[in-house]
Structures are given as structure tokens and as C-alpha cells.
């Protein structure tokens, strides 16, 4: 077993010090940062959100994962950064305004993380002005609003408007998700995506990137 599979299945297996210790031992030998995130580190979270949409894993074994994970990037996102590497694109995202509940989110943000996003996460109780501005400072390819309660869910819109209000609209693909809704709402308020899990976020990612490539 070569180093690079050895990392990658301490991803899978949810084996934090054994991902970070491995990690060392390839930058040691000269192993590139490009090559670890995306030969190790994508692979094997694509692996753990497999799992979890079979059924296999659940939320705490996605957390060490995502733990495990996390101990590679921490070593490998410097020398990527020096490298001038590009991450695969970037995504705001947040918990709707009104709404504490964030292990949806931090499920989410994780997964796409792994698959070599670059993430900027605002949070719970997010209003339409966090995430224009959010927009407006970072410029990402992606919004990701999360609503965890019918109560909050109809704040969503108002996102949405005020994305469009400010001449923002054109610039930034929104993406919802979270127990209370659906793909017909999602159209019905206007979304360009929805995913009901983590592993499904990452998907609708990838294909909405592969749309626009024309791939």
C-alpha cells in the first residue's frame, strides 16, 4: 500500500492522528500538495459521503472523517496557497436568519471542503444583508442557505431578492437545502439548486460546475 492510499484510508476509516502523521511522512518524501488533496484527501471524502448516503456512516463518523480530513488540510493548504494552486471554486454559506440549528450546515460545508471547495462559512442566524455583503467581500461561485425549520425556511426568499436587489443575482449560483424543503420549493423561490444531505450537496456542485464548463 502505497503512502497516498494509506492517507486516504485513514480518511475513511476516521483516523485523525493516523491522517496527519501519514500527511508528514508524504511532504517528507517531497509528495506535492496537488497531488495529496487530490489523490488522497478528494477520494476519500468522496468515500465518506458515500457511505453516509447508503446508510452505512452517520453524523459522528462523518465529524471524525471530516476531523481527519481537516488534519491534512491544515498541513497542505500553505503550501497549496504558495503553490498557486486553485481551488475548485468557493461557496458562502449559512444558516438562514432565525435559525440556531447548524450541524446540517457544518455536515455540508465539511463534504465540500473535502472535495476542494474553498469555504466561507457566516454561520447561524444569517440575514440578507450578511449574505450580500458576504457576496459582495468574497465574491464566490456559490451561496448555500440552510433552514432547518418551517418557521425560518420562508426567510429564504428575502435572500434571494436582496441577492438580486443589490445587481448580485447574475454573479452567484444559490443553492438551499435542510429537512423542511424541497426541489419544488427550491424553483418556486427561485434557487438554482437544492440537496437534502451533504453527500448530495457535493454532487449538485460538481454537476452545476460541469454545466457551466459545458462538460
Aim: charged residues 20%; hydrophobic residues 45%; aromatic residues 4%.
Amino acid at each position: 500500500m502505497t503512502l497516498i492510499e494509506k492517507l486516504k484510508n485513514a480518511i475513511i476509516e476516521v483516523q485523525p492522528k493516523k491522517a496527519e502523521e501519514t500527511t508528514h511522512e508524504l511532504l517528507t518524501q517531497g509528495v506535492g500538495a496537488a497531488e495529496i488533496l487530490n489523490q488522497a484527501l478528494i477520494p476519500g471524502m468522496d468515500e465518506v459521503g458515500r457511505l453516509f448516503k447508503e446508510g452505512e456512516y452517520y453524523v459522528p463518523e462523518v465529524l471524525v472523517a471530516a476531523k481527519a480530513m481537516n488534519a491534512t488540510l491544515s498541513l497542505i493548504e500553505p503550501l497549496l496557497v504558495q503553490g498557486g494552486v486553485p481551488r475548485r471554486g468557493k461557496i458562502v454559506i449559512g444558516t438562514i436568519e432565525g435559525d440556531l440549528h447548524d450541524i446540517g450546515k457544518n455536515l455540508v460545508s465539511m463534504m465540500l471542503k473535502g472535495a476542494g471547495y474553498a469555504i466561507i462559512d457566516l454561520g447561524v442566524d444569517v440575514n440578507a444583508n450578511q449574505f450580500v455583503e458576504a457576496i459582495q467581500n468574497e465574491q464566490p461561485d456559490y451561496v448555500a442557505i440552510s433552514a432547518l425549520l418551517t418557521s425560518t425556511m420562508v426567510n429564504i426568499p428575502h435572500v434571494i431578492q436582496s441577492i438580486r436587489t443589490a445587481g448580485l443575482r447574475n454573479r452567484v449560483r444559490v443553492l438551499v437545502g435542510g429537512a423542511p424543503l424541497t426541489q419544488a420549493y427550491a424553483e418556486e423561490i427561485g434557487a438554482d439548486g437544492y440537496a437534502p444531505d451533504a453527500s448530495e450537496a457535493v454532487s449538485l456542485v460538481r454537476q452545476m460546475d460541469q454545466a457551466r464548463a459545458g462538460t
